[in-house]
Antibody
Framework: QVHLVESGGGVVQPGRSLRLSCAAP????????VHWVRQAPGKGLEWVAV????????YYADSVKGRFSSSRDNAKNTAYLQMNSLRTEDTAVYYC??????????????WGQGTMVIVSS | DIQLTQSPSFLSASVGDTVSITCRAS??????LAWYQQKSGKAPNLLIY???TLQRGVPSRFSGGGSGTGFTLIITSLQPEDSATYYC?????????FGGGTTVEIK
């Protein structure tokens, strides 16, 4: 079963930063957009961000705009989510997922297992 | 931003039943809609994209339909392993918001 692997989660104080990584062992993500989706405890899914296959286009949810930044290193087959000025409401499991064909209106067909981020003092 | 409203939020049905979940968009999104299944503690799994195209490997008892602002996910011959929460997501323009989810319980 091909999947992505997130890492970098943990417990962090409000106002601090964290960087999540999304690796893709067993598949190349260079031709695909990578999305970040989060899920607060007991809540539904929230789309957070996307970075295009070449990193030239990035979009964010209003809830994280100006605080989160996505990037990627295709040579390392890895995408990143830099999270700054973290708030308690950012506490969630963070998933990365690749899109189906690299097209702008693609669904997300391969997901990671998620990494937990807890923002607490 | 486009809002997606799913209904019902919870349903309980028996093995072999046919169930239907509705997703309504706050504005027209053509066929840019996907459905996901999420089992407890697991990542979501893509079921259907482009409103009605079944993802490879997904059982044919799952089907999707609709366009514009109204969409439906139908599960025929419900199986015990279908117990999960189902989400719709629009793919029309960013942000790609999700619906609130529908939890399906097997009686």
């Amino acid at each position: 079963q091909v999947h992505l692997v997130e890492s970098g989660g943990g417990v962090v104080q409000p106002g601090r930063s964290l960087r999540l990584s999304c690796a893709a062992p067993g598949l190349s993500i260079r031709d695909y957009g990578v999305h970040w989706v989060r899920q607060a405890p007991g809540k539904g899914l929230e789309w957070v961000a996307v970075i295009s296959h070449d990193g030239s286009n990035k979009y964010y949810a209003d809830s994280v705009k100006g605080r989160f930044s996505s990037s990627r290193d295709n040579a390392k087959n890895t995408a990143y989510l830099q999270m700054n000025s973290l708030r308690t409401e950012d506490t969630a499991v963070y998933y990365c997922a690749k899109d189906l064909t690299g097209w702008d209106h693609d669904a997300l067909n391969i997901w990671g297992q998620g990494t937990m981020v807890i923002v607490s003092s | 931003d486009i809002q997606l409203t799913q209904s019902p939020s919870f349903l309980s049905a028996s093995v072999g039943d046919t169930v239907s979940i509705t997703c309504r968009a706050s504005q027209g999104i053509g066929s840019y809609l996907a459905w996901y299944q999420q089992k407890s503690g697991k990542a979501p799994n893509l079921l259907i994209y482009a409103a009605s195209t079944l993802q490879r490997g997904v059982p044919s008892r799952f089907s999707g339909g609709g366009s514009g602002t109204g969409f439906t996910l139908i599960i025929t011959s419900l199986q015990p392993e279908d117990s999960a929460t189902y989400y719709c997501q629009h793919l029309n323009n960013y942000p790609f918001t999700f619906g609130g989810g529908t939890t399906v319980e097997i009686k």
